[in-house]
């Protein structure tokens, strides 16, 4: 799948308010980016508490937060 460009907060946000709740593999598949470059992206998104995760199993799955 080819990398995509110029992904901006909101496309990631907007990627994991489609498919969440959603683990890191079907976020980078929506956004077309490998799954490193996803896990990068959304962990400094939870650091700034746009998103959140939970541990559930051996895999982190994603939502936004309640707002």
């Known amino acids: 799948m080819p990398a995509r460009k ?8 907007e990627a994991v308010r489609e498919t969440q709740p959603a683990g890191t593999a079907d976020i980078a598949d929506a956004l077309g980016v490998q799954r490193q470059a996803a ?12 998103v959140q995760s939970q541990k559930i199993g051996g895999s982190l799955v ?3 937060p309640d707002e």
Do not use: A, C, P
């Not at 110029?6 to 946000?13: A, E, Q, T, Y």
């Not at 896990?39 to 746009?50: A, I, K, V």
């Open 6 to 13: 110029g992904l901006s907060d909101d496309d990631v946000i």
């Open 39 to 50: 896990d990068y992206r959304l962990r400094t998104l939870r650091e700034e508490s746009r």
């Open 62 to 64: 994603w939502t936004l």
